[in-house]
C-alpha cells in the first residue's frame, strides 16, 4: 500500500489524514501538539516524532498548516520533512500560503529533486473528514497525473489551475471575495438591527435572495443569532489569507480598495478574537463607536 505522511492535525487535517486510513494507505503523522493525533493513531496511524521523521520512506507527504511560516517551519527546518524525502517524493500542500512562499518552496523543494505541488482546498472541516474537498491545484500535468492516487481520498473534485502557483492564486482571489462577502454581511446585518427591522425575517430574506452564497447563508443566521459555537474558520486565518491576497494583488492590480476595506476589517476581527469564528466580525461592526 502507498505510503503517506500526513503533516498538520488542525479542524482540517485531522479528517484528511483520516481519509488516507480509510482508503488503506500506510499513515505516518506529525503535529505540533501530539494529542490531536491520539485518535487517528488508534485508528492505525502511525506517530512521528517530527516531520523529518514522518517522511522517512514516503511516497508523498502532505502538509496542512496554519501559514507560511509553519509551512516553512514543517518542510524545511534541521527537522523538516525535506530533510528525508527521497528524489522523486511528491511534497503535496495543502495549507493556505502566500504565492510568493509557493514560489519559494517549489524552487527549494525541486532543487532537492523532490515533486511540489500546490493544492490548497476549499471546504469546511465536515468536507474534510469526509474526502470531500475541493482541490485547487497548481502543478506540471505529468506531476498532477503521479499525484492522483495521494488527491483521490481527500477530494471530489480537482481544478487544475496551471503551473505550480496557479492553484494558490484562485484560492487566494476565492478566500479574498468570501472575505468581502462576510465583512459586507456583518454591516448590513447590524444596519438591520439599528433600523429595528424583524431579524427573523432579514435572516429568511437573506438566505433565500439574490445574494445567498452558502457564505451568506451560513453566517447570516450565525451572526443574527450571535451563536459561534463550533468556529470552522478562525478570524485569524481568514485575515492571514485576504493579507496574502492583497500582497499579491499589488503585484497584478494596484488599489483594489473595496479588498482593502475587508483585510481592515478583518485586521480588527483578529484582534477582537483571533481564534473565535470569522463571522464575529459582527461584533466589530456592531459594537458602540
Ligand atoms: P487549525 O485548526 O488552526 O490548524 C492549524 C494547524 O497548523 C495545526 O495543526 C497547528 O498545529 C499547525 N501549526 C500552526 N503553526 C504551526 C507552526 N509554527 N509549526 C507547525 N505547525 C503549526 O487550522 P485549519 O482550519 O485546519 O486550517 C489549516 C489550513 O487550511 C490553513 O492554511 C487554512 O487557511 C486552510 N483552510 C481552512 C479551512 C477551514 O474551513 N478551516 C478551509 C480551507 C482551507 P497545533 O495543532 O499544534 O496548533
Redesign the pocket.
Known amino acids: 500500500m502507498p505510503r503517506v505522511a500526513f503533516?498538520?492535525?488542525?479542524?482540517?487535517?485531522?479528517g484528511m489524514a483520516g481519509r488516507y486510513l480509510d482508503a488503506g494507505f500506510t499513515v505516518a503523522v506529525w503535529?505540533?501538539?501530539k494529542a490531536?493525533a491520539d485518535d487517528l493513531i488508534a485508528r492505525g496511524a502511525l506517530w512521528a516524532t517530527s516531520p523529518e521523521d514522518a517522511a522517512i520512506d514516503a511516497d508523498a507527504v502532505v502538509t496542512?498548516?496554519?501559514?507560511d511560516?509553519?509551512s516553512r517551519?514543517?518542510w524545511l527546518t534541521r527537522d523538516g520533512a525535506a530533510a528525508t524525502m527521497k528524489a522523486g517524493t511528491l511534497a503535496i500542500e495543502?495549507?493556505?500560503?502566500s504565492y510568493q512562499h509557493t514560489l519559494d518552496m517549489a524552487r527549494e523543494l525541486q532543487s532537492r529533486g523532490l515533486i511540489y505541488i500546490d493544492c490548497?482546498?476549499?471546504?469546511?472541516?465536515e468536507a474534510?473528514a469526509a474526502g470531500k474537498?475541493t482541490l485547487l491545484v497548481g502543478a506540471d500535468p505529468a506531476d498532477l497525473e503521479r499525484a492522483q492516487p495521494f488527491l483521490a481520498p481527500i477530494g471530489s473534485t480537482i481544478r487544475h489551475f496551471g503551473a505550480v502557483g496557479a492553484g494558490t492564486v484562485f484560492?487566494l482571489i476565492n478566500?479574498l471575495i468570501g472575505a468581502v462577502q462576510i465583512a459586507s454581511l456583518a454591516e448590513g446585518v447590524a444596519i438591520a438591527e439599528q433600523a429595528g427591522l424583524d431579524m427573523k425575517l432579514v435572516a429568511e430574506a437573506l438566505g433565500t435572495g439574490a445574494i445567498a452564497s452558502p457564505q451568506v447563508i451560513r453566517h447570516s443566521k450565525r451572526m443574527i443569532e450571535r451563536n459561534f459555537s463550533g468556529a470552522?474558520?478562525?478570524a485569524?486565518?481568514r485575515h492571514?489569507?485576504a493579507d496574502y491576497a492583497v500582497r499579491l494583488a499589488e503585484t497584478l492590480l494596484p488599489g483594489v480598495p473595496v479588498s482593502r476595506a475587508a483585510l481592515a476589517a478583518y485586521d480588527k476581527a483578529k484582534a477582537h478574537a483571533p481564534?473565535g469564528d470569522e463571522g464575529q466580525m459582527i461584533e466589530i461592526v456592531s459594537r458602540p463607536k
Open positions: 503533516i498538520g492535525l488542525g479542524r482540517m487535517g485531522h503535529n505540533r501538539s490531536k496542512m498548516v496554519a501559514d511560516e509553519a517551519a514543517v495543502c495549507s493556505t500560503v490548497p482546498v476549499t471546504g469546511l472541516p474534510a474537498l484560492k478566500n470552522s474558520f478562525t485569524a486565518l492571514k489569507d481564534d
